[in-house]
């Protein structure tokens, strides 16, 4: 019986793209949401869904965007991730001008962002088609090289497309981190791309979940001092926090 409903839902998320818990109540009236919750942490661990804040997505429909590479990014950490996005996106004020990066924590914080009065510059394809989905924010793509293991783009003259542009904050997902190295990516354009981006942006907040800690990629775009927020998850270790915190960073 739990087989047969689980790809039930499978099949439904299937047809339908995205559904929520409230949804998924209906189609199921005999089952309670704690069921089902944990129905869609089976699917996601099989890899067939992507849970998101208050319900699921199917893989495919995420990669109608995204293609394989991006979404198994994408299913790796969930929890972790949302929660990252969900305490950014409460730092975000209506009305300013903002940098989002085309990782997978900024794909779950385009689906957190608030629907209001917002300009957001972006690299990310994903990203850009989340956010357009929101009738009030006003969406800008960098363009130049895709970069397909992460559907970003990154080119040599984002330097000139900087310089008439004006953003105060950037939020950026860091693919690696550690205090010697700083944080780094796997792609040179791209840290060129994110080292003007943290030039020009007034605060930068870095959105890194603690299994990127350790970790080294070959080129790095920011070191701790350049940061003023650190959003991470609850299992950041006390001493890193504590090199954060003694150099006035706010670790969330």
Do not use: W
Not at 6 to 12: F, H, N, P, R, Y
Not at 121 to 145: C, P
Not at 193 to 211: G, I, N, T
């Amino acid at each position: 019986m739990k087989r047969d409903r689980i790809e039930e839902i499978a099949e439904l998320l299937d047809k339908r793209g995205k559904l929520t818990l409230e949804q998924l109540e209906v189609f199921f009236p005999n089952v309670s949401q704690m069921t089902l919750r944990r129905d869609l942490l089976q699917l996601e661990q099989s890899g067939k869904i992507i849970r998101v804040r208050g319900g699921a997505m199917s893989v495919k429909e995420v990669q109608k965007v995204s293609g394989e590479p991006y979404t198994k990014k994408t299913a790796i950490h969930t929890d972790e991730k949302i929660k990252i996005a969900q305490k950014a996106a409460a730092l975000i004020d209506e009305g300013c001008s903002m940098f989002m990066d085309g990782g997978t924590t900024a794909m779950y914080l385009a689906k957190e962002m608030p629907d209001f009065n917002v300009n957001v510059f972006t690299n990310g394809l994903a990203v850009a088609i989340e956010l357009s989905n929101k009738k009030n924010l006003n969406v800008i793509v960098l363009g130049g090289q895709v970069m397909k293991d992460n559907l970003s783009t990154a080119s040599p003259v984002a330097k000139q497309y900087f310089a008439d542009t004006n953003f105060e904050l950037a939020v950026i997902s860091a693919s690696a981190f550690t205090p010697e190295n700083g944080f780094s990516c796997g792609s040179q354009v791209e840290a060129d791309l994110l080292r003007l981006v943290r030039k020009k942006a007034k605060s930068l907040y870095m959105m890194l979940d603690s299994s990127k800690i350790g970790k080294i990629m070959p080129y790095t775009f920011a070191h701790v001092e350049d940061i003023d927020v650190l959003i991470t998850d609850d299992n950041f270790p006390p001493e890193l926090k504590r090199l954060f915190t003694s150099k006035d960073i706010v670790v969330m």
